[in-house]
């Protein structure tokens, strides 16, 4: 699915496996040319968090959002070199 489509499945998706959850923003929006990211959090009812992650899209000529990809939790450690 593409399009708001495939954002509804995403949603509702997440909405039956973390029932009363919500997504909530920590961060502005950065953005740079056609490039954006954001950071999250998905948290409980009672706010706690469950697990942070990171958005990044790209918007289209128009300006709607043309893809978004999403990264759970915290980036990987750096590996020693």
Do not use: C, N, Y
Not at 33 to 62: E, K, M, N, S, Y
């Amino acid at each position: 699915a593409s399009g708001h489509a495939a954002l509804g499945e995403m949603v509702a998706g997440v909405q039956a496996k973390f029932p009363g959850h919500r997504f909530r923003r920590r961060s502005g929006v950065d953005a740079h040319h056609d490039q954006l990211r954001f950071a999250w959090d998905l948290v409980t009812p009672d706010g706690a968090v469950v697990v942070a992650g990171i958005d990044v899209g790209a918007l289209a000529d128009d300006g709607r959002l043309e893809r978004i990809t999403g990264f759970f939790g915290e980036a990987p450690a750096l590996a020693a070199v």
